[in-house]
C-alpha cells in the first residue's frame, strides 16, 4: 500500500513527511539565499499573500483545459483584479523588479508584461530625461502601454540588417516610419498583437537619402478609445506556438506612418531640426537594455527549472515502483533508484549555481545601469561577455531540465496535470528569445578572442579571464585524477575545468590560425564556428563555478555549517556532471588518464548517495506556494493519486457522454445495413 497525502483533507503523505523531517539544516536561511536575501523573500511572500487573499488570482488545474482564448480572457481577469484590489502598492510607483509581482505569483504569462518590463526599460535607458519625465508615469499607471518592436519577419539577431525605415521630414519636422518588404514586417514581439497602443520600432533613420544606423522610436499604434489600429497601421496575432499560447505575440507592418521629431529616443542621438544627426552619449549604451533582458533570462531559470523538479521530486518520493527491497515486499520509491538520483541530483546542482551566478550578474547589471548613465562604459565588455554566455547556457539548462522532469514522472508527468508540459512548453522561447543561443555563445566567444590578441601585445586578462594568462601551465598538468578523493576535491575540479576551457581556447587559436589567409568572417563564422562555440561554452561554465564559490565563501553568507557542507557537495557535483558529460578534451590534454572517467563516475555516485536524504528538504526551501505549482502529482500534500482521479473527471470531454460530432459521423456508420 502506497502512503499518498490528500489534498481534499488536507493529509501530508507520510513519505514525504518522512523526507521533509530528514532536514539537517537551516532551511529558512537556503530559502533567504534563493531569492536574495531575507528582505527580498519577505517582499515575495508578502506578493504570494497578496495573491491567496482572492481566488480568482490563484493558479489552478483549470488553466490546462483552456483554450488561447479563455487562457487570455483568464489573464486579463486576474491583471484587473490585481489593479483593482492592489493598484498603490504595485502599479502607481511602480519600479522593475527581477521577482516582480508578476513573476511570482501568476500563472501563464501575464497580459502588459512587455508593458512594465522591456518597454518601460527602453524608455527608461534610451529615451532622453524629458521623453522620461513625459512617458514613465504613464506607464507606470497603464495609460500608455507598448511592445519593444525589433525583431522582424526577415532578421532577428541581426539587428544591423533590419528593414524598417525611419525618413526625416525635415519640411514638416517628422519621421515618417515605413515597412517596405514583407520582410521588414516586425513579427514575434510580446504584447504587440493585442496588448500595446504604442511600440518603440527599431528601424534605420534615413537623413536625405543616406542611412544613420538603427534607432528606437516612439509609434502609437492604437486608438486609445476603441483600441482600433491607426491609420497606415497592419497588426495582428501571429498563430498557435509550441508554448507561450497566452502571450500575444504579434506582427506589425508600418505604412508611411508619420511620428513627431520628438518621438526619436533621444538620450543617444538626436537629429535636429536641419536634420543634422548628434551624438549624445555612447552608442554601446543600446546594448544595456538587451542585457537587461538576457540577466532577467538567467535570474529565472534556476526558479523555472525548480518549479519543474520540485513537482518531479515530490512525486518520486511518494510513488514507488517494484518491490526491490531486499526481505520486504514494499514497493522502492522512485528516488532511491540510483538511475533517478542521477537524473535530478545534477538538476539541483545547476539549480544553486545557476541562482548564484544570476545574482552576481545583478549586481554586476545594476552597476553597469548607474555607470551607463554616467557615460562609463567599463563593464560594458565583461556583461556582455557573462549575460550571452549565461543566457545561452543557463536557458538550455534549464529548459532541458525540465523535459528531464517531465520523462522521469513516465505517463503522470506526460499528463497536462502534473503542470509540467506547460512550465517546459512556455519556459521554451527563452532559449530563442533575446539572442538565439547559438548565437550568443559567438558573442561571448568574442572577448576570449580580443584576449588573444591582447596577450600578443604583452596585455594580461583580468578577472573571470585570468586564467587564460596561464594556458600553456594549465596544459602542462597531466594525470591529475587517480583517486575518488581526487575527484572530490574542489580545488582539483576547478583546476580541470580550467583544463578543459584552456585546451578548447588553445584548439580553437590554432585553428584559426591555419586558416589564416581566409577573411575574419569566413573563419569565425564558417571554417571554426563549431569550435568556437563549444570554447564559449565550456568557459562560461567554468567562470560560473568560479563565481559559485566565491559566492558561497563569502565571510558571512553561509552560517549553518550543514547547509555549507551541502552546497559546497553541489558544486562539486556541478563540476563532476560537467566533467562528465563533456571530458574529450581532458582525456586529449592528458590531464585525464583512461581510469579518470571511473574516479568521476564514483565520486558522483558518492556525492548522490550523501546528498539523498536532502533533496526534498533542499528543493522545497523555494518554498512554492500550490497555486504557482497547480500539479495532480506534485502538490505540498504528496497527493498523487487523488487529486489525479479527480481532475481527470473534470475534463471537458467527460461533460457530455459523447463527443460534438460523434453522433453526426459515426453512429451512421455503425448503424447502417451491411
Known amino acids: 500500500m502506497q502512503s499518498t497525502g490528500s489534498i481534499r483533507n488536507k493529509v501530508v503523505s507520510s513519505d514525504l513527511q518522512a523526507e521533509r523531517n530528514n532536514c539537517n539544516f537551516d532551511q529558512l536561511e537556503l530559502t533567504h539565499l534563493l531569492w536574495g536575501g531575507q528582505k527580498e523573500y519577505e517582499r515575495v511572500r508578502g506578493i504570494i499573500t497578496d495573491i491567496e487573499r482572492y481566488d480568482v488570482l490563484k493558479g489552478s488545474e483549470k488553466w490546462y483545459d483552456m483554450s488561447r482564448e479563455e487562457q487570455h480572457e483568464n489573464a486579463l481577469l486576474r491583471l484587473s483584479t490585481m489593479y483593482d484590489k492592489y493598484f498603490d502598492k504595485y502599479f502607481k510607483e511602480y519600479k522593475p523588479s527581477m521577482t516582480s509581482w508578476w513573476s511570482v505569483g501568476f500563472q501563464g504569462?501575464?497580459?502588459?508584461?512587455?508593458?512594465?518590463?522591456?518597454?518601460?526599460?527602453?524608455?527608461?535607458?534610451?529615451?532622453?530625461?524629458?521623453?522620461?519625465?513625459?512617458?514613465?508615469?504613464?506607464?507606470?499607471?497603464?495609460?500608455?502601454?507598448?511592445?519593444?518592436?525589433?525583431?522582424?519577419?526577415?532578421?532577428?539577431?541581426?539587428?544591423?540588417?533590419?528593414?524598417?525605415?525611419?525618413?526625416?521630414?525635415?519640411?514638416?519636422?517628422?519621421?515618417?516610419?515605413?515597412?517596405?518588404?514583407?520582410?521588414?514586417?516586425?513579427?514575434?514581439?510580446?504584447?504587440?498583437?493585442?496588448?500595446?497602443?504604442?511600440?518603440?520600432?527599431?528601424?534605420?533613420?534615413?537623413?536625405?537619402?543616406?542611412?544613420?544606423?538603427?534607432?528606437?522610436?516612439?509609434?502609437?499604434?492604437?486608438?486609445?478609445?476603441?483600441?482600433?489600429?491607426?491609420?497606415?497601421?497592419?497588426?495582428?496575432?501571429?498563430?498557435?506556438?509550441?508554448?507561450?499560447?497566452?502571450?500575444?505575440?504579434?506582427?506589425?507592418?508600418?505604412?508611411q506612418v508619420r511620428i513627431p521629431k520628438g518621438n526619436m529616443l533621444s538620450r543617444i542621438v538626436e537629429v535636429d531640426e536641419k536634420g543634422k544627426m548628434h551624438i549624445k552619449g555612447d552608442p554601446r549604451a543600446l546594448y544595456g537594455i538587451m542585457l537587461e533582458t538576457r540577466v532577467w533570462i538567467c535570474r529565472f531559470a534556476s526558479q523555472q527549472l525548480s518549479q519543474g523538479l520540485t513537482i518531479a521530486t515530490r512525486y518520486a518520493?511518494?510513488?514507488?515502483?517494484?518491490?526491490?527491497?531486499?526481505?520486504?515486499?514494499?514497493?522502492?520509491?522512485?528516488?532511491?533508484?540510483?538511475?533517478?538520483?542521477?537524473?535530478?541530483?545534477?538538476?539541483?546542482?545547476?539549480?544553486?549555481?545557476?541562482?548564484?551566478t544570476s545574482k552576481y550578474l545583478i549586481q554586476e547589471y545594476e552597476t553597469l545601469e548607474v555607470e551607463l548613465m554616467h557615460k562609463k562604459f567599463d563593464l560594458l565588455d565583461i556583461m556582455h561577455h557573462l549575460s550571452a554566455g549565461y543566457k545561452a547556457a543557463f536557458s538550455k539548462i534549464a529548459y532541458e531540465g525540465i523535459d528531464t522532469c517531465r520523462q522521469a514522472c513516465g505517463g503522470?508527468?506526460?499528463?497536462?496535470?502534473?503542470?509540467?508540459?506547460?512550465?517546459?512548453?512556455?519556459?521554451?522561447?527563452?532559449?530563442?528569445?533575446?539572442?538565439?543561443?547559438?548565437?550568443?555563445?559567438?558573442?561571448?566567444?568574442?572577448?576570449?578572442?580580443?584576449?588573444?590578441?591582447?596577450?600578443?601585445?604583452?596585455?594580461?586578462?583580468?578577472?573571470?579571464?585570468?586564467?587564460?594568462?596561464?594556458?600553456?601551465?594549465?596544459?602542462?598538468?597531466?594525470?591529475?585524477i587517480t583517486t575518488v578523493e581526487q575527484a572530490l576535491d574542489l580545488d582539483k575540479l576547478d583546476q580541470a575545468l580550467a583544463v578543459r576551457s584552456a585546451y578548447k581556447f588553445k584548439r580553437t587559436i590554432a585553428l584559426l590560425k591555419e586558416f589564416e589567409g581566409k577573411s575574419e568572417n569566413e573563419r569565425v563564422h564558417t571554417l571554426?564556428?563549431?569550435?568556437?562555440?563549444?570554447?564559449?561554452?565550456?568557459?562560461?561554465?567554468?567562470?560560473?563555478?568560479?563565481?559559485?564559490?566565491?559566492?558561497?565563501?563569502?565571510?558571512?553568507?553561509?552560517?549553518?555549517?550543514?547547509?555549507?557542507?551541502?552546497?559546497?557537495?553541489?558544486?562539486?557535483?556541478?563540476?563532476?556532471?560537467?566533467?562528465?558529460?563533456?571530458?574529450?578534451?581532458?582525456?586529449?590534454?592528458?590531464?585525464?588518464?583512461?581510469?579518470?572517467g571511473s574516479f568521476i563516475l564514483n565520486a558522483q555516485k558518492h556525492l548522490l548517495t550523501k546528498l539523498r536524504p536532502q533533496m526534498i528538504p533542499l528543493i522545497e526551501a523555494w518554498n512554492f506556494p500550490d497555486h504557482l505549482l497547480p500539479s495532480a502529482i506534485g502538490n505540498s500534500y504528496g497527493d498523487i493519486y487523488e487529486t489525479q482521479l479527480e481532475w481527470a473527471r473534470n475534463s471537458k470531454l467527460n461533460k457530455s457522454p459523447l463527443p460534438k460530432g460523434f453522433k453526426e459521423y459515426m453512429l451512421p456508420i455503425f448503424t447502417a445495413k451491411l
Open 109 to 255: 504569462l501575464m497580459p502588459f508584461m512587455v508593458t512594465f518590463s522591456m518597454f518601460y526599460s527602453a524608455v527608461k535607458g534610451l529615451g532622453s530625461d524629458e521623453q522620461g519625465e513625459k512617458w514613465l508615469p504613464l506607464i507606470r499607471t497603464m495609460k500608455m502601454t507598448g511592445c519593444y518592436a525589433q525583431t522582424e519577419l526577415g532578421h532577428g539577431s541581426f539587428v544591423q540588417g533590419l528593414e524598417t525605415t525611419a525618413t526625416f521630414d525635415k519640411e514638416k519636422q517628422e519621421f515618417v516610419i515605413n515597412s517596405p518588404t514583407i520582410t521588414s514586417f516586425k513579427f514575434w514581439p510580446g504584447d504587440m498583437a493585442i496588448y500595446s497602443d504604442h511600440a518603440i520600432v527599431f528601424a534605420k533613420l534615413i537623413i536625405n537619402g543616406k542611412a544613420r544606423g538603427v534607432h528606437g522610436f516612439m509609434v502609437p499604434t492604437r486608438d486609445r478609445q476603441t483600441w482600433a489600429p491607426l491609420p497606415g497601421i497592419e497588426m495582428g496575432e501571429i498563430g498557435p506556438k509550441f508554448g507561450f499560447n497566452s502571450k500575444d505575440n504579434g506582427y506589425l507592418a508600418l505604412r
Open 317 to 356: 518520493v511518494v510513488r514507488r515502483q517494484f518491490s526491490t527491497i531486499y526481505g520486504s515486499k514494499e514497493e522502492r520509491k522512485l528516488l532511491d533508484y540510483q538511475t533517478h538520483m542521477f537524473k535530478f541530483g545534477p538538476l539541483l546542482a545547476y539549480i544553486m549555481v545557476m541562482n548564484i
Open 412 to 480: 503522470a508527468g506526460f499528463s497536462a496535470h502534473s503542470g509540467l508540459p506547460s512550465f517546459q512548453a512556455d519556459y521554451a522561447p527563452n532559449t530563442t528569445y533575446e539572442g538565439d543561443n547559438t548565437v550568443m555563445l559567438q558573442q561571448t566567444a568574442k572577448l576570449l578572442l580580443k584576449t588573444h590578441k591582447q596577450s600578443l601585445k604583452g596585455e594580461k586578462s583580468q578577472g573571470w579571464l585570468a586564467y587564460l594568462n596561464d594556458v600553456d601551465g594549465l596544459l602542462k598538468l597531466k594525470g591529475q
Open 528 to 596: 571554426a564556428a563549431v569550435d568556437i562555440v563549444s570554447m564559449a561554452h565550456s568557459h562560461i561554465l567554468y567562470v560560473a563555478f568560479q563565481i559559485y564559490r566565491v559566492g558561497i565563501n563569502q565571510p558571512g553568507n553561509i552560517k549553518c555549517p550543514n547547509l555549507k557542507a551541502h552546497l559546497e557537495d553541489l558544486g562539486r557535483l556541478y563540476a563532476l556532471t560537467e566533467l562528465q558529460n563533456d571530458s574529450a578534451s581532458l582525456y586529449e590534454a592528458g590531464y585525464f588518464e583512461s581510469i579518470s
